[in-house]
């Protein structure tokens, strides 16, 4: 019975210490391919270069795929994580775009 309650006090202190998500701009900023075989595929076959939605987390630079990854595995309720989620579902369907739904 104690095993229990002292899992219930460690859950209960995490809640209280907040849920890890760091605050960011989720929205980021979009970067494309540097990488000379990309470039010349474009130019070869047309189409976009491949680019990828960075975040900066406490002056680091990060894919917003792994932000998600490494920040909000299991926080379905974090505001951050509910929007970094819909942005990247919006991204992966036609690659990242400036121009997002109200709200995001």
């Known amino acids: 019975m104690k095993k229990g309650l002292g899992l219930t006090f460690v859950g209960l202190t995490l809640a209280a210490c ?14 494309t391919s540097n990488d000379p075989k990309a470039i010349e595929f474009v130019k ?5 270069l491949p680019a990828t939605r960075m975040i900066d987390v406490n002056g680091k630079q990060m894919p917003l795929d792994e ?38």
């Open 67 to 104: 932000f998600l990854r490494t920040y909000c595995m299991g926080k379905i309720t974090n505001e951050t994580c509910v929007r970094g989620t819909k942005i990247s579902s919006i991204d992966s369907l036609s690659g990242p775009r400036e121009d997002l739904p109200p709200g995001l």
């Open 18 to 31: 907040g849920d890890g998500v760091p605050k960011v701009d989720i929205h980021g900023k979009i970067v």
């Open 44 to 48: 070869q076959w047309g189409g976009h």
